[in-house]
């Protein structure tokens, strides 16, 4: 059993049932609807079933067992569908031109899976389509207030830059939020905000 699936067996929401509020506040001025919507490392699917809620096709992507169960269940309490596929981003396939969204909230890998999985991002978003995403930058450690306790795996914000540098970043930020997201993220946290959008010209 993977730690997250372990952590994921409890019948309560590790990280709540509400979305995360960066995620909300994005969605309210992008005004996707009807969109093909992919979350990736979703957990147990908070942010996914409000994204449903929005009119939008969602699918999940987790390598959690007890995660996806969690994120059906909620998406039947909720009274919307949500597709969750279990996937390991070691072995994803990204298809090109594939997603109109595609959003990450505090997916923290090493440093060769985060590089490799931008990248997946950057191929499979179709012309016009967003990536969003908040995660802890590498400022967190001290603030004790969530995220993984190694730096390998927090965030530096040239990582997005130089991956989207020829896409329109719609909206870039690192600094302070407060955030109070079930038993793990609670209070002051040092974050990095990024919604870019791929270009019409963009085939890559």
């Known amino acids: 059993m993977n730690p997250w699936d372990n ?19 994005v969605q309210k001025s992008l005004a996707l609807t009807s969109a093909d919507v992919l979350a990736i490392a ?4 908070r942010n996914a079933v409000y994204l449903a809620e929005q009119g939008m096709n ?3 992507w987790d390598y959690a067992p007890s995660g996806l169960v969690k994120t059906k269940k909620l998406a039947e ?14 072995d994803a396939v990204w298809t090109k ?16 899976l985060r590089q490799k999985t931008l990248q997946g991002v950057k191929k499979s978003i179709k012309p016009g389509g ?14 004790k207030s969530g995220g993984p306790q190694d730096l390998e795996l927090l965030y530096h914000p040239e990582e997005f830059l130089q991956t989207f540098h020829d ?34 010209r963009d085939k890559e």
């Open 97 to 112: 031109n594939k997603w109109d969204e595609i959003i990450c909230v505090f997916g923290h890998f090493p440093l060769e």
């Open 7 to 25: 952590r994921f067996q409890s019948d309560n929401y590790v990280y709540g049932t509400f979305p995360n509020e960066f995620i909300v506040e």
């Open 130 to 143: 967003y990536f969003v995403t908040e995660v802890y930058s590498q400022y967190q450690l001290p603030y």
């Open 167 to 200: 896409w329109r970043i719609v909206h870039f930020f690192m600094g302070e939020v407060v955030r109070h997201e079930g038993e793990f993220h609670n209070g002051l946290s040092h974050v990095i905000q990024l919604v870019v959008q791929k270009t019409n």
């Open 42 to 45: 979703e957990g147990e699917g």
């Open 77 to 90: 309490e909720r009274g919307v569908e949500v597709k969750p596929e279990l996937v390991d981003l070691n």
């Open 58 to 60: 969602v699918t999940t």
